[in-house]
């Protein structure tokens, strides 16, 4: 009874700890969102590239991945975090790199929290965007 | 790696009190974080002139700042102040002189008023276009910002490296258009310029000069200070919006066509007119191209042969007009009238009619936003279907030369001329960039500036040192015309300052003389536009003696 009280009680912290550890991606991932909007979506947003309306990010990756992947880094599934702190902080192409007061560590934190949202690609997702 | 002539204790010592002044957490040391301060788009990456820092060191207020830079006199710190640092294609965030700390004001980024009656904004250094936009946007004011083509710089850091853009009349010359700075001086002192220096003034931002010399222009382009606050002017927001383009056939058309849109300009009847030429899309053809490539040049009549040939205009030039419906009507058919009369041949097509404010939507299909105050990035293309490979980066080269068609016309044979023959980057398929087809930018109010940019490279620094090479030659050339460089990348500007030489650099060795005298030990932005420090010009008494070799 003793072991099933303790069972329990685990699982119930378990569930605590989850439920917290999800609000908190939650949140992490609701901050992603406003910071990519403020720094990145300028060239890397979603919205369809069309008539005079330019996203230089997107479009590069649109002629990049020739349909393979979405040009728009907010739909891809396979960017891991790393993957997304790496390009911020060596740049690609044309892209710069960016400075911590530019993009503060924080602020990388949760942008890569967001981009990597939806990535199933498990851990080895390097390949795909290090042949940029 | 260390500031020049600066041992490991002094630097050590100097960190500390840089960390005293502005916090642990905002100074960067690391080699990945002090790499962040490189120039992304340096035209030396990969060769030994490549600009490298020690450090990163980022106030959040003035009373920081002037902590910092009295510690950077204690040390004898070269420091190296950037507003957002974005200025990529001239310079980025990276010091004159390498091995220089980066003072970072990047974090101070409050807006400190705009006024949508009186028609100003006062600002940090940090504060990005879009930031300000968005300001504006959110509240709903009634005025408008004059931007460069990339947003992501700012009011302060752009209008002080003489800055440009594509709106109305002077707001496009963002110096011109700034009014009033707060500044901290190399002896950590604290001034305002203009009005500002009347205590609880009421003008700052509207009136230049308060009373007495005017010192704004020390400021810009310089290292005389660290400005921490500055005003500017802003264009109210018009009620409407509409634009048409000429068309002249003719090459020498090019001369009564430039001298209407001055007029019109000038009187204030049209906004920014935008030259182009119908025949850039014909360039790299192979028939055009041996035309260009003759040795002996180009005649203006092959030009026009050529243009007939491919039922193309020479010249094509974008009429734009803010005000009412009625009066951008009105404006736009006076526009026209004159321009038929001067060019019989002129033919005319209208473009867009547009009433503000505008939907998301309508923003979205703006052609080029910044003309219509909307700071974005669409200036960068990356890979592209026409260009699968493209550079890393860019610089400009930005010679100024005069408002009218004879100057542009000889502007590009001469430095077509100048490239004849010359091996040249592969961008463009290798082909000269400059042709009878480019047409001056419009940036400035009363100049032109004629245009081209160079691809920068982290990976190929054989072409970076051909570029290189290509940039100082064009610089001769301009020199030798009278046309000079309205602003350049570190990597050129000592030659740029070089050829401004009246009376054996009489200008520069005033300059000398102040920097002297407010900066004795030659702590601030050492080398920016060839005012170096005392302690560093051993050449003639005015550059460092390394410049001997370049």
Known sequence: MKTVIAGAAVLSMLGVFAGKAHAADAAL???????????????????????????????????????????????????????????VRHGVSVMPFFRKTMVSD??????????????????????????? | ???????????????????????????????????????????????????????GVAPTSVEQVQKVVLAANRHRIPIYPISTGMDLGYGGSAPNLSGGVVLDLKLMNRIIEVDDKRHFAIVEPGVSYFDLYRHIQDRGLKVWI???????????????????????GGYRDHFYSHCGMEVVLPNGELIRTGMGALPNAKTWAEYHYGVGPYVDGLFAQSGFGVVTKMGFHLFPAPEAYRSATVFAPKRLDLIPLVEQMNYLEHAGIIAQPQYGSPMRAVVNQAAVQAVLNNPAGWTDSE?????????????????????????????????????????????????????????????AQVPHKPSLGIPNLEAFRGRTPESPAPPDGHVWFSPVI????????????????????????????????????????TWMFRAFVFLSGWPASKSNPQQNKQVY???????????????????????????????????????????????????????????????????MRQLDGLWPAYLAKT
């Open chain 2, 1 to 55: 790696m260390l500031p020049p002539g600066v041992s490991a204790e002094e630097f050590a010592a100097a960190t500390a009190a840089f960390k005293e002044a502005v916090g642990e957490a905002h100074v960067y040391t690391s080699p990945e974080d002090v790499a962040l301060y490189q120039d992304a788009y340096d035209v030396l990456w990969g060769l030994p002139g490549q600009r490298q820092v020690s450090a």
């Open chain 2, 402 to 441: 005069p408002k009218n068609g004879e100057s542009v016309l000889e502007a590009q044979r001469a430095f077509s001329d100048a490239l004849r023959g010359v091996d040249l980057p592969t961008r463009e398929g290798g082909n000269n960039p400059y042709t009878p087809f480019n047409a001056p930018s």
């Open chain 2, 469 to 535: 090479d290509i940039i100082l030659k064009l610089i001769q050339v301009a020199a030798d015309h009278g046309w000079g460089e309205y602003r350049t990348p570190p990597a050129f500007q000592d030659a740029v300052v070089k050829a401004y030489s009246f009376n054996n650099h009489a200008l520069l060795r005033y300059q000398q003389l102040l920097k002297d005298a407010t900066d004795p030990n030659g702590i601030l932005s050492a080398g920016r536009y060839g005012l170096w420090p005392k302690h």
């Open chain 1, 29 to 87: 991932i609701r901050q992603g969102k406003a910071a990519f909007d403020y720094h990145c979506a300028a060239c890397h947003g979603t919205t369809i590239v069309s008539g005079n309306r330019h996203l230089p990010g997107t479009e590069a990756l649109i002629v990049k991945y020739q349909g393979k992947l979405p040009g728009a880094l907010e739909e891809r599934t396979n960017l891991s975090s790393e993957l997304v702190k790496y390009f």
């Open chain 2, 146 to 168: 004059d931007g460069p083509d990339p947003g992501w710089g700012g009011p302060m850091g752009n209008s002080l490296d003489h800055g440009v853009g594509d709106t109305w």
């Open chain 1, 106 to 132: 924080t602020e990388l934190d949760a942008i890569a929290a967001y981009l990597s949202r939806n990535d199933h690609s498990g851990t080895d997702t390097h390949d795909s965007g290090r042949a940029q």
């Open chain 2, 303 to 363: 030009i026009d042969e050529l243009a007939a040939e491919h039922q193309l205009a020479s010249w094509s030039c974008q009429i734009q007009v803010f005000g009412s419906p009625e009066t951008t009507l009105a404006n736009l058919n006076y526009a026209k009238q004159r321009l038929q009369a001067a060019i019989p041949a002129a033919t005319f097509k209208d473009g867009v009619f547009q009433r503000f404010p505008l939907t998301s939507e309508q923003k």
